[in-house]
Every structure is written in C-alpha cells, then in structure tokens.
C-alpha cells in the first residue's frame, strides 16, 4: 500500500493501492477510464496500450510503482476532440467491428508514427503485430493508419 | 428460395411522446425458423420502434444485442429506407430486454438481418404512409398524390412541403394504415450504400462502455476461481490470507467455485491467487490422446440410426471404378472474445437488475427466473455493445454466475473473468474426427459419400448440405461423445469445421478423377438441380453462381507462374460463399498471397458492414485452421492466455477480394458464413503447390508445409 500521484490526461490523481497494482487497472478502477482495455494481462494482445512520456507501453504490465512522475495518455486524451488524424481514418475507413481493440492500436500506431511518419506495409505489419484484433479488421487497420499518414488523403 | 417462413399478424401502438413526436410501434407475431444453425428456435413477438421529434429527428430503436455484427447499424437502416427518411437525422437507440415490444433479441445464427427484412420494412412504411396521410389531410389532397424524401411529404401539383417533424403530432392522431406498400427496391438510398458503424465516434474516443466498464453505486468487482480441470470439483480451501489484503470485502463459495470480491478488479484477482484450493477428481480426466484413441474406436462402428440415407451407401460403394477415403481431425478451440467474460448482477430483495454482454437476453432472464426461483417479471435485463462474443456468450453461465454471487454477497457486483479463466471455462468448439469414404463411377462421377463422425457434441453433421442432393447414395452419421468438457456453438456451428473436410475432400476426389476442381463442382450442382436426391437445402443455381463468380475474379485456371490456387465453396445460414486462395513460396515458406470471395447474401444492407463481417469471417477462419487448438491434460487445458494460444496477428492477415452477388433476394446470414470455406481454400491451394494433403487442424502442426514460425514474442 502506498500513495501515488499520477497525471493522466494532464489530470491528477492520488491513488493509494499495491505500488506491483499494473497502471491498467489504476486507470480503469481508480482513475475511472475505460477506454483502455483489459485483453490479456501478460502484454500479448495490446488492448490495453497507452503512452507513456509519448511512448507506446501495455499498462497490464507496468507496475504503478514504476511511473514516477511520466505523464500518461490513454485513448480518451488523445486529441481534444476526437481528431487526432488516426481517429478520423478509423472512421473514415469504418474499422470496427465489436470495437473492443481499437483504442489498443490507435494508440500503438500514434506512438510509432511520430518516429515514422511513412510507414510501407511491412513496417506496419511488423509495428502492429502486438495488437490482436480478434474481430480480423488487419486490412482495415492497415488502411486507416496510412490514411492517417497521408494526411487524410486516400 | 426463401430464407426463413415468417407468418405474421401486426398492429400498431401509437402514442405522443412526452416531449412532442410520435412513437410508432409494431408488433408482429413471427415465427421462424432459421435452418442449418444452433440458432434456438424463435417463435417471438417482434416490434420495432420508431419515434420522431417535433424537430424532424428520428429514433429508431435496436432492439437486437450488438456484438460487432453491425445490426445496430444495419436493422434502422431498413426502417429509415421505408421512412424515407435522411440518415444524418437518425439517432439509434439501444433497447433493453422487452419481450413484450420484440421477438428475437438475439445475436446468434446469423439471423438478426434475414429474421427483420420483412417486419423491420414494414415498420418503416407503415410510419411513412401515416405521415403522408396527415399531410394529405391537412392539404386536402389525395394520399397517393404525394410523395416523400429525406423526412419530408410533397404535393407536386401545388408545390406544397412539410416536414415530418411538422407532421407527427397529427399523424399520431391518425388511424393506422394496413397493407403498406414497400418501396421499390430500385428506388432505394440507404439500403446497399456504405455507412460507418453508428457506435465509431464513442469506440474511438474510449467513451463506448461494454460490460467490463460497468461500474455501480456500492459495486463490488468479483473474480471467481473455477476448477481448474473439467471433472474436478472442490474439496476446501483457505481464505484467510484473501480476506486480509487490501481493498478485498468478501469471499464466497458457491457450486464448486470460490469468488473474490473486492473494490478493484486487479486486487482480487491478486487476492484470489492466495487461495490454494484442494481439488478432487474421481480419476476418469481425460488428455487429448484420450480423446483421439477413444474417437478411433467409436468409429470402428456405426451408430444405430444414420442422420440420413440416400440410395444404399454399400453398394454404391461397392459400384465405385475408384474409391477414396480421407480422415479429419477437429481440435477443441475457445472462442477468446476480445472482451473477457464478465456481467453485472444486483439481487435485491424483490427485484434483480442483470446488465452485460449476452447474445440471447431473454434465455439468461427465464434460465435465472428458474434457477433462483425468482418471477420473470422481477428481471430486468440490459444489454451492452460486447466485445465479440463468436457464441461464447450464447451461454448464461456467466449470468448465473453474477447471480449467485451477488445474492450471496447482498451486493451488486461486476464479476469479471480473467484471461485465463475466459479461455479455460470451456463451451469450446467440439473436438471432432471426421472419417470420410467415397466412390466415383467410370465417367468420374460421384455416386456413392459416406460420412462418418464422432465429436464432444449431439450433431457433429449438417446432414442436408451439399454434396447431400447431388449424389445418389449417400449416408451421413454420427456420434456424441460424452466428456465433462462443455461445449457450445462457435461461429458457424460445425461448418466452422465440415467445410474444411468436405470441401478438402471433394478436391481430393476431383483431382482423383482427373477434373478440375471448380468444373467438378459445377458438375455436381448440375447434377443436383437435374435429379435431386432427398432432401437439399440449398439452390443450386445460386451456389454455382457464387463458385463461377470466385473463379473468374480469381483467373481461374489461367496460368500465374509461382502462384498456386485452391477453391472452396459452402453454404451457411441461407448464404452461398465461394473462395480461392493463392499461395506462392517465399524462400522456401508458403506464403498465403491473397483470398478471394464471392458472397450471395441477397440484399446487402450495409456495404461497409458487410464487407467488414466477410473480410473478418475470412481472417478469424484462416487464423483457427492456422493455429488454433486447445489441448488437455488430465482434463486441464494446456492453453489459456495468448503466449499460448496463438490468434492470428496482422503480418499473418493476407489481403482478400471481396464481391457481392447483387440481386434483390431477401438478406440472407452474414456474421458467420465466409468463415467455413476458407480453410479448405488454403488446404487445397497448398496441395496444388505441393501434393500434400492439409487434414487435421491446425495447420501450424503440419511441419511438413508450414515452417511457420512459433509464436512470436511480443512486438
Ligand atoms: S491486456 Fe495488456 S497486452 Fe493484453
Ligand atoms: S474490432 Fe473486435 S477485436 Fe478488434
């Protein structure tokens, strides 16, 4: 037991759990975000990816212990208005199916395009493949994230 | 050929909203019977709800669960089309359980489309003309002298307009018209086009809750511990060291299992890990071997009574200038919804509210009214967007469940499963095998099909599918075998697996007799339209087309050099679908290159949905055949989290072609039947590559032609 101070989404919050609590459920039952997702637990599927410090990270498996004073972003800070290039190809190119993963690789795939902004195919195959979309929309995704990348333009 | 029988007698309910506009409700009495699926059987009273603001906007209700098949955007897209009214004005409203207002809450068979078409078009014209006779009235003008677009009544000859919105309040007053004409299917603007999913914006934001985010007043989060091999039941345990960590408010046991309540769903699921339980077993668990040697002797004979019987399988048989033989094994494979299990339950002293992802609301509220001894009229059931379900949640297990901890505890709770506990609970895919003879005449032709299988489920055939009809003796039988692993429906029921086998055999047959493997097929279907044995539940010109349409999409027969091909077709819940795959070698690992896809569903609703369930169905069936299997020992599954079962991920996703067959039948099933072909596609393209034969699953297994690489570590 021990007390945290997180910033999540440019918010604080103190939290007083088990310092080995994963940030995921720090996020999902303490700071009341659900956006992140539970999939797996053991950093296999990627539903439950946020950044850290702009980096992509499963928060099923960083300690909340181990966050010191790096600043999270999940899904539902992403953008202000839900505008972030990456949301706007998920609508435009109609992702979902169950809607369950998305926030997993938008996240994952706005990390990597700061560092690429081009990504061909296989890099994205390559990037994404930590993401498990047990709905099967990989072509879709595939579509929507060089459709961010291209700036909107197909 | 029809899809379903729908009989029906409606009226309509009207009233005034409380805030101004019109609420048109229509009940019908349906029945209907969706064939050739573990589809329960529906004899419900459906309604579907229109309600319309003073401001033109339009509500139409969902009455069916969502859970990633689209029908919360594709039912109101037939109620618009008949309303006439502009989609952008259109809210779309998730309704609770209500067996009074709907028939067939329910997402499962593929049905919700094919079931709705009919009542779904009714509802909207019916909401129209009752628009257009207020407005005729107030003109006084004829009814049929005016018209409607996009929410609004014209009168041509005097230029008049009015929009719905101006209209409701009297409309609500006017009396309900019957024998509605529906429109046009030429003069359709909603119905065909593309329109993204109506939950995107809140599912790409993170602000779509599923049963997971359900979080109460007072709500406790529950874990429960679960024997951890099938046929095991609890002996004792010790729950000290749980009580004392933090956050944790209660422990409870109930039917063999131990649940863990607490304030976070990480803290008991931690503290649950404390407790050591003793397990007892009475010493029958069974492994996979177990299973494999004891299929083998159950097939030594047959069973009492064949499923079906055409002409006389022996001498047919016997008849046969060539015979084939093939055996196929089906492994045990969870259905891992990318949500975990998980559902809300508060019991209180005279009601229980149950509220979370369930495929079939009403069979969870008379299973739980019945367990508890609880009056039906006490349940309510809400139901959530669900994070894939492919029949997992069909069961009401899990509701169960919620209940009984819940009362025990005198809490609401949100029991949510782990992983772990979600893909070691069973209701798997049966495991199966599959023995297969056959007999082909002088001139190549098919005359005598025996199937003979055995699986951990009551029907491990689809008797009346093709090949059945198009071969004069044919014989079709089965055995259940009984296990303490449960078993339920996963997507496309048994399809999911005879597609692979019958369609790889088939190939294997052609290929035997020296004919192309599509002209072969055709050959059949001919066959089966020009003499038809016994009975056939499928149109064989339709099942052709879809075949014929894959082959030139795929240039078939042409040749591609390094690129071998592989065709499959199969008939699912009314829906005819056929694919090839190509696949080439790259140094020296074949490489799935691409799949093409032809569908006959009818009508398409949505095109964006469609294509999205096609191309899903496509990937989900070539992930399972790839990788997917769980295995047993001592009855305890060897895999349940993804380090060890492996799903497919996106490198392994190839690009597929998709086409429709257009016309304008009824909408037939969609959320499942472009998975069963698919894996004989990919099984017969690599025996054109190599001469191997594909038959057991998975095909990661088949060292001999996948050098595929195990799993990968995280990316
Ligand atoms: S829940 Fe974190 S990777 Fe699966
Ligand atoms: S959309 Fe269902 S898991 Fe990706």
Redo the contacts between chains.
């Keep these: 037991m021990a007390v945290f101070n997180l910033t999540i989404n440019n918010t604080d919050y103190k939290v007083d759990v088990d310092p080995q609590m994963p940030l995921l459920w720090v996020i999902r039952d303490f700071a009341g975000l659900t956006g992140t997702k539970f999939g797996c637990g053991i950093a296999q599927c990627g539903a439950c990816t946020v950044h850290l410090n702009g980096d992509a990270v499963r928060s099923c498996s960083v300690p909340v212990s181990a966050i010191g004073q790096q600043k999270i972003v999940t899904i539902e800070g992403l953008s202000e208005k839900g505008d972030h290039p990456l949301q706007k190809a998920w609508e435009e190119v109609d992702v979902p199916q169950c809607g369950y993963c998305p926030s997993g690789p938008i996240m994952s795939a706005a990390a990597f395009l700061k560092d690429k902004p081009q990504p061909t195919d296989q890099e994205i195959d390559n990037l994404m493949s930590g993401n498990i979309c047990r709905c099967g929309t990989y072509n879709r995704i595939k579509k929507a994230i060089h459709l961010a990348a291209q700036g909107g333009k197909s | 050929m029809s899809t379903s029988t729908i009989n029906r007698r409606h009226f309509l309910k009207i009233g005034i909203t409380a805030g101004g506009g019109l609420i048109l409700g229509m009940e019908y009495l349906a029945s209907c019977s969706p064939s050739g699926s573990n589809a329960p059987a529906a004899m419900q009273t459906l309604n579907a709800f229109i309600k319309i603001g003073t401001d033109g906007l339009v509500t139409i209700m969902a009455p069916n669960p969502e859970?990633?098949?689209?029908v919360k955007t594709a039912l109101p897209m037939i109620v618009a089309e008949e309303l006439d009214v502009d989609w952008k004005n259109v809210i779309i409203e998730q309704a609770a359980l209500d067996t009074d207002k709907y028939t067939r809450q329910v997402a499962g068979g593929s049905g919700s489309v094919r079931s709705s078409w009919d009542p779904f078009r009714q509802a909207g014209a019916t909401g129209r003309q009752m628009l257009v006779n207020a407005a005729a009235d107030k003109w006084k003008v004829a009814p049929n002298t005016c018209t409607t677009e996009a929410g609004m009544v014209f009168h041509k000859d005097s230029g008049k307009k009015i929009s719905y919105g101006d209209l409701v309040e009297k409309a609500a007053t006017m009396p309900v018209p019957k024998d509605v004409k529906l429109k046009d299917p030429k003069r359709f603007k909603i119905i065909g086009t593309?329109i993204?999913?109506y939950?995107?914006?809140a599912?790409?934001?993170?602000?779509?809750?599923?049963g997971?985010?359900t979080?109460r007043e007072g709500m406790l989060?529950a874990t429960i511990i679960r024997p951890p091999a099938f046929g095991q039941t609890l002996e004792s345990f010790n729950q000290d060291a749980a009580r004392k960590y933090?956050?944790i408010k209660d422990v409870v046991t109930f039917d063999n299992k131990i649940a863990v309540l607490g304030?976070?769903?990480?803290?008991v699921m931690?503290a649950a890990r404390s407790i050591k339980p003793v397990w007892k077993d009475d010493g029958t668990l069974e492994s996979t071997a177990d299973y494999k040697a004891n299929f083998n002797k159950t097939l030594e004979q047959l069973p009492k009574e064949s499923k079906r019987k055409d002409g006389n399988i022996k001498k047919g048989l016997a008849a046969g200038t060539k015979t084939f033989e093939a055996t196929f094994e089906c492994p045990f494979i969870p259905h891992?919804?990318?949500?975990?299990m998980n559902f809300f339950a508060d019991v209180k002293a005279d009601s229980v509210e149950l509220y979370g992802p369930i495929q079939l609301p009403d069979k969870a509220r008379n299973t739980i009214a019945e367990k508890f001894k609880i009056p039906k009229e006490k349940i309510k059931v809400g139901m959530t967007?669900?994070?894939?379900g492919?029949g997992r949640r069909l069961m009401t297990d899990f509701v169960e469940e919620a209940v009984a901890v819940s009362q025990l505890a005198k809490a609401p709770v949100n029991v949510?499963w782990?992983?772990e506990d979600d893909m070691g609970g069973g209701f798997y895919r049966p495991m199966a095998l599959y023995k297969y003879k056959a007999a082909t005449d002088s001139n190549g032709r098919l005359i005598a099909w025996h199937h003979h299988s055995v699986g951990v489920t009551g029907n491990t055939s689809r008797e009346d599918n093709f090949p059945a009809g198009a071969v004069p003796n044919l014989q079709v039988d089965t055995h259940e075998y009984k296990s303490p692993v449960t078993t339920g429906p996963w997507r496309a029921p048994i399809h999911n697996y005879i597609a692979f086998a019958e369609e790889s055999f088939l190939d294997e047959i052609a290929h035997g007799v020296g004919k192309d493997p599509v002209a072969f097929r055709l050959e059949l279907l001919e066959q089966a339209k020009a003499q038809p044995v016994g009975k056939m539940d499928y149109n064989p010109d339709r099942y052709a087309g879809v075949i014929k349409k894959v082959a030139q999409m795929a240039g078939w027969g042409q040749s591609k050099p390094g690129v071998f091909q592989g065709i499959s077709a199969h008939f699912s819940f009314q829906t005819y679908v056929a694919q090839v795959a190509e696949v080439s070698n790259v140094n020296g690992q074949w490489k799935i290159n691409k799949i093409y896809c032809a569908v006959d569903c009818g009508t398409i609703i949505n095109r964006?949905?469609a294509e999205?369930?096609v191309?899903?169905?496509?990937?989900?069936g070539l992930?399972h055949a790839m990788f997917g299997e769980l295995t047993l020992t001592k009855g305890k599954p060897d895999q349940t989290?993804?380090?060890r079962y492996r799903?497919?991920?996106?490198?392994e996703?190839p690009?597929?072609e998709i086409a429709f067959i257009e016309n304008n039948e009824k909408p037939t099933g969609l959320g499942e039947p472009a998975l069963p072909p698919v894996a004989a596609a990919i099984g017969n393209a690599i025996f054109a590559a190599t001469g191997h034969r594909l038959r057991s699953q998975p095909f990661m297994n088949s060292e001999a032609v996948f050098s595929v690489q195990k799993q990968?570590s995280?990316?």
Aim: charged content about 30%; proline content about 4%; aromatic content about 8%.
């Design positions: 859970i990633g098949q689209g593309r993204g999913n939950d995107t914006k599912i790409i934001t993170g602000k779509q809750k599923y997971i985010d979080k989060y933090q956050g304030r976070s769903t990480w803290e931690q891992n919804p990318m949500e975990p967007r669900m994070g894939g492919f949510i782990k992983r964006s949905g999205n369930q191309e899903g169905a496509m990937i989900d992930g989290n993804y380090d799903l497919i991920r996106m490198r996703a690009p597929v990968q995280e990316v």
